[in-house]
């Protein structure tokens, strides 16, 4: 799978609040699918097909303990996503810090309030 392909699953799967609960949840332990289900109102093939939007996006790994099937979090992906959103926000602290240069040098401050 591409960088690019890799990061647009991660952020796919992140754009939903149940996925991103279960995340936080499998953040603490591995768990069942139905330990995963209980919080939610929604039903066990619900969560399933979050299930597997997850785990289509490397996000987590599903295997089979006798008749459960337990889920861990995959983390390398995040990981892949933490470095790319790094990168932007190293760039945009650079932008304010030239931004910061520049106002003072030319005697405007971000402290400085209107005299209207």
């Known amino acids: 799978m591409l960088v690019s392909d890799s990061l647009d699953a991660t952020f796919s799967a992140l754009a939903d609040p149940t996925r991103r609960a279960i995340l936080a949840r499998l953040a603490r332990s591995e768990a069942s699918v139905g330990e995963l289900a209980e919080p939610f109102t929604i ?7 979050h299930l597997k939007v997850l785990e289509t996006a490397h996000l987590i790994s599903r295997e089979k303990d006798g008749q459960w099937r337990r889920c861990r979090l995959a983390a390398d992906p995040l990981h892949e ?10 760039f945009w602290e650079g932008q304010f810090d030239r931004l910061t240069e520049y106002l003072e040098k030319t005697g405007h401050s971000h402290d400085q309030s ?3």
């Open 43 to 49: 039903s066990l093939p619900a969560v399933s097909r």
């Open 114 to 116: 209107s005299d209207d």
């Open 81 to 90: 996503a933490s470095d790319w959103i790094e990168t932007y926000r190293r």
